[in-house]
């Protein structure tokens, strides 16, 4: 029982760290955009450290969803395992140490 708790609660935790860091970047981005005074596009256009950084929020919720999902319909936790791994490894490439962290800590506490 106590197991199973602790296993919701990284996996919480790392759901709400990839929604919370995702929904920030794109804050960012929308003031960054009215501090310009123009249109999100052209925030886009004009720097395109915002438009290359967008890919990494996008994939954090993109993996939430996934993760979501298999937890909520996988019967085998095999699979629900080996996408954390993989999740790990991605996160480690990426640079987010902490999402790397957080998922390592979903993967051994199940």
């Known amino acids: 029982m106590r197991r ?14 990839w929604i ?14 009215i501090r310009m005074n123009g249109v999100i ?11 290359l950084g967008s890919l990494f929020p996008f994939l954090m919720l993109f993996q939430a969803s996934i993760l979501y999902f298999l937890e909520k319909r996988t019967i085998d936790i095999s699979l629900l395992r080996i996408y954390l791994q993989f ?8 640079g987010n140490l902490i ?8 993967v051994r506490s199940g």
Do not use: C, R, S
């Open 87 to 94: 999740t790990v490894v991605q996160q480690v490439i990426t």
């Open 4 to 17: 199973d708790k602790i296993e919701g609660l990284w996996k919480h935790i790392l759901l709400g760290y």
């Open 99 to 106: 999402g790397a962290l957080l998922a390592f800590l979903y």
């Open 20 to 33: 919370a860091v995702a929904f920030l970047f794109y804050f960012y981005a929308i003031l960054m955009t």
């Open 41 to 51: 596009h052209e925030a886009f256009f004009h720097n395109p450290y915002i438009a």
